[in-house]
């Protein structure tokens, strides 16, 4: 991605502790020297656990935003409130924009690809246990909004397999992009994924070293009972209360170095706070000691700190060792015993889309939701694409479920009856190539002939895109319909206005049924 | 270098090592199935041998890096040494990688024979994992 439009593109990545680094390029396959990136007010943004980042104008401003998913909590965005050439991030992040009743968006990765080829960029997501889920982008490419998540590849289990076999799916953690990989039209997946295979690490073991076994996990069992758990948990307590002075310490260093140091603000005396307290001291020309002395504290402003808190924290540490160590022991001794070892595998998987097959709309229409209901009539309706290229057709399936003994007349004019009548609106350029009625049963009412539909009736319309519709615009199409529902001597008018819109792509469209026309 | 297409990121995904506190957000919600087919997945190849990288986690990428017209494939991967760059993380930390797998086949058929890591400032470009 060109991070700063200066014609070369960067990498950006994101890290395991939620750091967010930038790799300039400087042209000719060459970087510049990682760079942590920071919001506005330098602090280092923070992407998340494992987090990965894309770069997407989210809010239509022109620039670039930057957008994070990672492993254990829900996918954000900070805003680029800088420029397109100099960019400069929100310190406080926003989540996904979502559509009404879609949730929220967690995964292992995101990916930005227009999967459906409607124009607008959809969100493809990895996830911890490897289904792959896609967003549809429902409102702009440049401000999207993400419908719910559609499966595309299932959660692939966690299925063991012994080092050597060959795996018949993808792993945990899967990363996702997607690209036409095979150049064939259609996009493909790709994945990279964690697996891990077992392997035999010694012989079985016999029964002694079994029964060895058997008496160590026993003993280590005995070992960390609930008074064992209590005290370490005790411990970090009593650590983290000594170490609020840190916290204090910490902040004043960050305020007070110039440039700061950006410690982390977690009251660990660590060697990064001794390295800035050292330079501190230096510059206040007081003994560089890196130890917190009142002088120090002084010098900081800092004066209800107590030196002796660092003392404390030793004894808590060395408390903590002293209670693991023979737990620790135990362990080493178990080692020997242990009959399967773990590898672990990063394969990169290929999973190539087929051709759809092609949708039986006849079928499909009577899944979805009705778009009327009466008591002698229900109508359903359903399009065969949610997007489609210019110049190409689309199917658009009427539905009738007719009420036992209750009939509906043919399109066709009688003296008798009244016909069932669709009169659509079309926008401009779109064409109805051809609507297919079933054909009616005839019956006989006195002197003339009906033609009736009883039980249930699909009608098929074909109608062709506009050749200059451009990406990313909407094809509105409504109908009214009317109907004449009649049983013996009682007959009832019905009637329906249906709206659906179908979105024009840049490229061959992909046909999908999810989307029913209200 | 020439953009070759329109994703919006070239990015590394990171990983990490410990399953404890994996999320469950996902597993056993019920997502509805889309219509998309796909044929059964395959590991891609280096030479003759699939692409894995070192403890597992792999992420990739296409892209053209060299810019012959040809589309190459950039990996991810975990870590290994210890990382010494910048970092707000007190933990010990590996270095995470980029690979990159130059195309020696074809766009429509792409071949791959080993891999280079991804060089920046004239050592290999690295961020924290565990």
Same mark, same amino acid.
């Given at each position: 991605m060109d991070y700063d439009a200066d014609g070369v593109d960067d990498v950006i990545a994101g890290s395991i502790y939620e750091d967010i680094y930038l790799f300039r390029g400087l042209g000719k396959g060459k970087f510049a020297k990682r760079k942590l990136l920071r919001d506005k007010n330098n602090n280092p943004l923070k992407g998340g656990y494992c987090c990965t980042t894309e770069l997407l104008d989210m809010d239509a401003d022109g620039d670039l935003d930057l957008v994070c998913a990672n492993r254990i909590s829900k996918a954000k965005w900070f805003e680029n409130?800088?420029?397109?050439?100099t960019p400069k991030f929100d310190s406080v992040s926003r989540s996904l924009p979502m559509a009404k009743g879609a949730g929220s968006i967690t995964g292992s990765n995101a990916a930005y690809t227009d999967w459906d080829g409607d124009g607008k960029r959809d969100l493809v997501v990895g996830s911890e246990y490897g289904r792959i889920v896609w967003h549809r982008n429902v409102g702009q490419d440049n401000r999207p909004k993400f419908s719910a998540a559609q499966q595309l590849l299932k959660d692939p289990g966690f299925e063991r397999i012994k080092e050597g076999d060959i795996p018949k799916m993808h792993g945990s953690r899967a990363k996702v992009t997607i690209i036409d990989y095979d150049n064939d039209g259609l996009r493909d997946i790709l994945l990279g994924d964690f697996t891990s295979c077992t392997y035999d690490t010694r012989p079985p073991l016999t029964k002694k070293e079994k029964k060895k076994k058997k008496a160590l996990e026993a003993e280590l069992d005995e070992l960390q009972n609930k008074a064992y758990y209590d005290e370490i948990n005790e411990l970090s307590r009593q650590l983290r209360e000594v170490n609020k002075p840190i916290i204090g310490l910490q902040q004043a260093l960050n305020a007070r170095l110039k440039p700061t140091p950006n410690l982390l603000v977690d009251g660990d005396f660590g060697p990064k706070t001794k390295t800035a307290l050292s330079q501190f001291q230096r510059l206040n020309k007081l003994p560089a000691s890196g130890q917190f002395d009142e002088a120090t504290q002084k010098a900081l402003g800092l004066l209800n700190l107590q030196a002796g808190n660092l003392e404390k924290v030793a004894r808590i540490k060395a408390r903590q060792e002293e209670l693991r160590r023979p737990a620790n022991e135990l362990y080493q001794k178990l080692r020997p015993y242990r009959i399967t070892g773990y590898k672990s595998h990063g394969w990169v998987w290929f999973y190539r889309q087929l051709p759809q097959r092609k949708v039986n709309l006849s079928k499909e229409v009577l899944t979805v939701k009705p778009a009327t209901r009466t008591e002698e009539v229900t109508l359903r309706t359903l399009a065969s694409h949610t997007s489609v290229a210019p110049g190409e057709e689309f199917q658009l399936a009427l539905n009738f479920q007719i009420a036992d003994g209750w009939h509906i007349y043919g399109p066709k004019k009688g003296d008798s009856y009244l016909p069932t009548t669709i009169e659509w609106k079309l926008p401009k350029g779109t064409a109805l190539k051809a609507i297919q009625w079933p054909k009616p049963h005839l019956i006989s009412s006195g002197e003339s002939v009906q033609p009736t539909y009883e039980g249930e009736v699909t009608i098929l319309a074909t109608f062709i895109a506009p050749k200059g519709a451009a990406a990313g615009s909407k094809l509105k199409l409504a109908a009214k319909v009317n109907w004449q529902v009649c049983r013996e001597l009682l007959c009832k008018l019905g009637d329906a206005k249906l709206e659906t819109s179908i979105a024009v792509g840049t490229s061959a469209a992909h046909h999908s049924t999810s989307a029913p026309a209200k | 270098m020439k953009r070759q297409f329109w994703f919006s990121g070239l990015s590394v995904a990171l990983v990490c090592?410990?399953?404890?506190?994996?999320?469950?957000?996902?597993?056993?919600?019920k997502i509805p199935l889309d219509t998309y087919r796909f044929a059964p997945g395959v590991r891609l190849l280096t030479g003759d041998k699939p692409i894995d990288v070192t403890t597992g986690h792999a992420s990739p990428y296409v892209y053209?890096? *060299?810019?012959?017209g040809k589309r190459d494939l950039l990996v991810g991967e975990f870590g290994s040494g210890t990382y010494r760059g910048e970092t707000t993380s007190k933990s010990s930390l590996a270095n995470a990688r980029l690979r990159v797998y130059l195309n020696k086949?074809? *766009?429509a058929l792409p071949r791959y024979d080993g891999f280079k890591y991804l060089q920046a400032d004239g050592e290999n470009a690295s961020v924290p994992s565990t």
């Open positions: 409130v800088g420029t397109r050439s | 090592l410990v399953t404890t506190h994996s999320l469950h957000a996902q597993r056993g919600s053209d890096f *060299n810019g012959d086949g074809s *766009n």
